[in-house]
């Protein structure tokens, strides 16, 4: 019942949008499709010089975080596929020299550069990288989670599930096995539990199926 709710929620603002969108559009040639050409190009160069920003903050925050090495940050840009699974080996290592010493400070600091550089890991499209990148997520969620706070394991959870939700709808069956026993290990760990886990997975197969 409440998705046929919704559903007549949705489908009465898409067609208020179309109706007003439809007497909106401005004519070709005509003085508002110029302003909005020049407003959509400006929006753009925008988007693109935000984009960049981000970028360069993101890779600086992951760089403090492999104490600047760059080279292991260049390896994982590149087209092999090997190279890119053995950067991830070599940056394991040196999240471990790190969770090592780890307490409820020094984890919230490493909290936000290890999700920025999970959540590009998690996006490869090569089998083997993507599940070298699980290992490494089993371990930096199961080192961090004792030491965090409920609101950052909700964060957290809702970084990384989303990623392997979608890919569990992947052909591979590697994949998708690999994915399942991530979710079922976070579920299980005794700082995450079922509840966080179970709202975020069904949070995103909801997305998804929208």
Same mark, same amino acid.
């Given at each position: 019942m409440k998705k046929l709710v919704t559903e007549a929620k949705a489908e009465s603002l898409a067609n208020s949008s179309h109706a007003t969108g439809a007497q909106n559009i401005p004519k070709p040639g005509s003085a508002n499709m110029d302003q909005a050409r020049k407003t959509a190009e400006a929006f753009?160069? =925008? /988007?693109?010089a935000n984009q960049i920003t981000n970028d360069y903050l993101n890779e600086d925050a992951i760089l403090d975080l492999l104490?600047?090495?760059?080279?292991i940050l260049d390896q994982l840009k590149l087209?092999?596929? =090997?190279?890119?699974?053995?950067? #991830?080996?070599?940056?394991?290592?040196?999240?471990?020299?790190?969770?090592?010493?780890? /307490?409820?400070?020094? !984890?919230?600091d490493l909290f936000e550069p290890i999700s920025l550089l999970m959540r590009q890991l998690l996006?490869?499209? !090569?089998? *083997?990288?993507?599940l070298e990148s699980l290992n490494l997520l089993k371990y930096v969620v199961g080192s961090l989670a004792p030491h965090l706070s409920s609101l950052d394991l909700h964060l957290m959870m809702g970084s990384f599930i989303g990623l392997i939700v979608n890919q569990t709808g992947k052909? /591979?069956?590697?994949?998708?096995?690999?994915s399942d026993k991530v979710i079922v290990?976070?579920?299980?760990? /005794?700082?995450?539990g079922s509840y966080i886990v179970a709202k975020e997975v069904l949070?995103? #197969? *909801?997305?998804?199926?929208r």
């Open positions: 753009g160069l =925008k /988007n693109a104490n600047r090495k760059k080279d087209p092999n596929v =090997k190279k890119r699974q053995r950067a #991830i080996v070599d940056i394991k290592k040196i999240i471990q020299q790190k969770i090592s010493k780890v /307490n409820s400070s020094t !984890a919230r996006t490869d499209d !090569a089998v *083997e990288v993507y052909d /591979n069956m590697r994949i998708r096995v690999a290990f976070f579920a299980r760990h /005794n700082s995450i949070k995103n #197969i *909801e997305r998804i199926n």
